[in-house]
């Protein structure tokens, strides 16, 4: 702090994935136990007021307020002995800020600006946690307690005023918002998984969130599907069997590692005269395809592929992007408004180190 | 709820009611159920051609993959297909209800009624069940049935202007005793 007699300082140190690799984040990463050891030696701490600590994936920030410099750096000291980083490595990735630059990011990160994934919804429930959190320690007080309900209220309005979050990002996402354009309401869709990989997991969790009525999955290999059906609740179909059961589902979502097409004209032809009043949507996640190109001139059949979503989702994010600055602005008034409430009780600034 | 606060308005001022109201059905009020169950009829045709043509809109936008923009505002597909469906069942119903409420007072004085009139007005209804039929057994769906239920939203359009009495309809001084 610029001199001993000054007001306490509001701050923010922590590093997220715009400066850090995903090598140096997983070490930086807390536990639970790492987490109660932080603020069971930030307790200790003298000059150190308030603690609050945002940590997920992508970004571990501590933002409190401290009588003085010196108490910020004893907590990043703590930080990195409980990380087992050197000290000098953090300082290479670190981002410190302080005033109203802290709320401002604060806003900015629960609003989904700071995040990997423009607007993405998630981080504003994981700040939320991480303030609890501190809640129920005690470890918040007077500023942070302002400082972090309001900056919810603001990332809320950010999040309203602009469209930051609108249009999906992740192939998996917009796979999902694609059904509900072809189904609407998804609770009595029939979603099948055929191939039981990566993706294939990713969009079945998709599915899932959006309340998809039934899952199955289906496999080359047998115990792979049972092991995902299990996971997912769903029901495992022997891949044999997929030709014949096709009219059976509303959506496939294709990954498989075949070399070849495994859906055909022909078998989505029959499927569709067995279910002339409802459309087969095909999610064709693999490479190469496993549904035969012509399966889209059927009339009641729509099909997907991964550069269709790929496609999608870039445009949706470009849109994202174009909102930006507009949201930018309305963190900044927001972060100024929350500023002048608590200046009068930290308006200490840290001197450069 | 500005629909009701304007119709309270306008029937409390009695200033604003025509003062001699042109009794076009003669003030049969069985006519005048046939014809405003008609007319109900075509605004619900009416309804379903719109609902084809967002139909079609929306299959445009997933077979071209154009979701944004306008077509971010339409309607999933199945839901347009249910939509169009029960404007069809409700349609049809209406219209061959108003046919035979007609069909009854025609039958009581045959020369009062345009044959051209009873002819065009029975054929839509026909092309209508027919279409019903053909979407219930599975075999006109989709685009397909969407086309035919614009194209037939415009033929009952043109063909308003032959649906006219032969001769006024009679008041209700020669309506028989016993209407039905």
Same mark, same amino acid.
């Given at each position: %702090?610029?001199?001993?007699?000054?007001?306490?300082?509001?701050? %923010?140190?922590g590093?997220?994935?715009?400066?850090?690799?995903?090598?140096?984040?997983?070490?930086?990463?807390?536990?639970?136990?790492?987490?109660?050891?932080?603020?069971?030696?930030?307790?200790?701490?003298?000059?150190?007021?308030?603690?609050?600590?945002?940590?997920?994936?992508?970004?571990?920030?501590?933002?409190?307020?401290?009588?003085d410099?010196?108490?910020?750096?004893?907590?990043?000291?703590?930080?990195?002995?409980?990380?087992?980083?050197?000290? =000098?490595?953090?300082?290479?990735?670190?981002?410190?800020?302080?005033?109203?630059?802290?709320?401002? /990011?604060?806003?900015?990160?629960?609003?989904?600006?700071?995040?990997?994934?423009?607007?993405?919804?998630?981080?504003?429930?994981?700040?939320?946690?991480?303030?609890?959190?501190?809640?129920?320690?005690?470890?918040?007080?007077?500023?942070?307690?302002?400082?972090?309900?309001?900056?919810?209220?603001? =990332?809320?309005?950010v999040?309203?005023?602009?469209?930051?979050?609108?249009?999906?990002?992740?192939?998996?996402?917009?796979?999902?918002?694609?059904?509900?354009?072809?189904?609407?309401?998804?609770?009595?869709?029939?979603?099948?998984?055929?191939?039981?990989?990566?993706?294939?997991e990713?969009?079945?969790?998709?599915?899932?969130?959006?309340?998809?009525?039934?899952?199955? %999955?289906?496999?080359?290999?047998?115990?792979?599907?049972?092991?995902? $059906?299990?996971?997912?609740?769903?029901?495992?179909?022997?891949?044999?069997? %997929?030709?014949?059961?096709? /009219?059976?589902?509303?959506?496939?979502?294709?990954?498989?590692?075949?070399?070849?097409?495994? &859906?055909?004209?022909?078998?989505?032809?029959?499927?569709?005269?067995?279910r002339? $009043?409802?459309?087969?949507?095909? &999610?064709?996640?693999?490479l190469?395809?496993?549904?035969?190109?012509?399966?889209?001139?059927?009339?009641?059949?729509?099909?997907?592929?991964?550069?269709?979503?790929?496609?999608?989702?870039?445009?949706?994010?470009?849109?994202?992007?174009?909102?930006?600055?507009? =949201?930018?602005?309305?963190?900044?008034?927001?972060?100024?408004?929350?500023?002048?409430?608590?200046a009068?009780?930290?308006?200490?600034?840290?001197?450069?180190? | 709820?500005?629909?009701?606060?304007?119709?309270?308005?306008?029937?409390?001022?009695?200033?604003?009611?025509?003062?001699?109201?042109?009794?076009?059905?003669?003030?049969?009020?069985?006519?005048?159920?046939?014809?405003?169950?008609?007319?109900?009829?075509?605004?619900?045709?009416?309804?379903?051609?719109?609902?084809s043509?967002?139909?079609?809109?929306?299959?445009?936008?997933?077979?071209?993959?154009?979701?944004?923009?306008?077509?971010?505002?339409?309607?999933?597909?199945?839901?347009?297909?249910?939509?169009?469906?029960?404007?069809?069942?409700?349609?049809?119903?209406?219209?061959?209800?108003?046919?035979?409420?007609?069909?009854?007072?025609?039958?009581?004085?045959?020369?009062?009624?345009?044959?051209?009139?009873?002819?065009?007005?029975?054929?839509?209804?026909?092309?209508?069940?027919?279409?019903l039929?053909?979407?219930?057994?599975?075999?006109?769906?989709g685009?397909?049935?969407?086309?035919?239920?614009?194209?037939?939203?415009?033929?009952?359009?043109?063909?308003?202007?032959?649906?006219?009495?032969?001769?006024?309809?009679?008041g209700?001084?020669?309506?028989?005793?016993?209407?039905?």
């Amino acid at each position: %702090v610029s001199s001993p007699d000054v007001s306490p300082v509001l701050f %923010v140190v922590g590093a997220s994935h715009q400066t850090t690799p995903i090598e140096l984040r997983e070490r930086l990463a807390l536990t639970p136990e790492k987490l109660a050891q932080l603020h069971d030696a930030a307790s200790r701490l003298a000059g150190l007021r308030e603690l609050a600590v945002v940590s997920t994936c992508n970004r571990v920030e501590l933002y409190g307020v401290a009588t003085d410099a010196n108490a910020v750096a004893a907590l990043e000291q703590e930080f990195c002995r409980l990380s087992g980083l050197d000290p =000098a490595t953090f300082a290479t990735i670190r981002r410190l800020a302080d005033g109203s630059d802290a709320i401002r /990011h604060l806003v900015a990160v629960a609003s989904g600006l700071e995040s990997q994934m423009l607007g993405e919804n998630e981080i504003f429930g994981q700040v939320k946690s991480a303030y609890e959190g501190a809640q129920q320690r005690r470890s918040v007080g007077p500023v942070l307690n302002r400082v972090f309900q309001k900056a919810f209220q603001s =990332a809320k309005h950010v999040r309203t005023q602009t469209a930051i979050t609108v249009g999906q990002v992740s192939v998996a996402n917009v796979a999902v918002e694609l059904a509900g354009t072809i189904f609407g309401d998804l609770s009595a869709t029939r979603v099948m998984l055929l191939g039981a990989g990566d993706i294939s997991e990713k969009t079945a969790r998709a599915f899932q969130s959006r309340g998809a009525g039934s899952l199955t %999955v289906a496999s080359r290999t047998l115990a792979r599907a049972l092991e995902l $059906a299990t996971e997912f609740g769903a029901v495992a179909l022997p891949f044999e069997q %997929v030709g014949q059961r096709l /009219h059976e589902f509303d959506i496939l979502v294709c990954s498989t590692a075949a070399p070849h097409a495994v &859906i055909t004209h022909g078998a989505v032809a029959t499927a569709l005269r067995r279910r002339p $009043a409802h459309p087969l949507f095909f &999610i064709d996640l693999a490479l190469p395809r496993d549904v035969e190109p012509d399966v889209a001139t059927l009339e009641n059949a729509f099909v997907y592929n991964l550069d269709d979503l790929a496609r999608i989702a870039e445009r949706n994010r470009a849109a994202r992007e174009a909102e930006v600055a507009r =949201a930018l602005v309305l963190v900044g008034e927001r972060a100024d408004s929350i500023w002048r409430q608590v200046a009068p009780q930290a308006s200490g600034r840290l001197e450069p180190r | 709820m500005l629909s009701a606060a304007l119709t309270l308005l306008s029937l409390s001022v009695p200033a604003w009611d025509a003062e001699h109201r042109i009794n076009v059905f003669g003030g049969n009020a069985w006519i005048e159920f046939h014809a405003a169950l008609a007319l109900f009829s075509y605004g619900v045709f009416g309804l379903l051609s719109l609902t084809s043509i967002l139909f079609l809109l929306r299959h445009f936008s997933l077979k071209n993959k154009r979701l944004d923009g306008t077509f971010a505002f339409l309607p999933s597909i199945v839901d347009l297909d249910l939509i169009g469906h029960r404007l069809l069942i409700t349609g049809v119903v209406l219209l061959a209800t108003s046919l035979l409420v007609g069909a009854s007072w025609w039958m009581r004085d045959p020369g009062g009624v345009n044959p051209v009139k009873i002819a065009v007005t029975a054929s839509i209804w026909l092309a209508y069940a027919v279409a019903l039929t053909l979407r219930l057994r599975g075999r006109l769906q989709g685009k397909r049935l969407a086309k035919v239920c614009i194209v037939l939203f415009a033929v009952a359009l043109l063909s308003l202007s032959l649906i006219t009495p032969r001769r006024p309809v009679p008041g209700p001084a020669s309506v028989p005793s016993h209407q039905p």
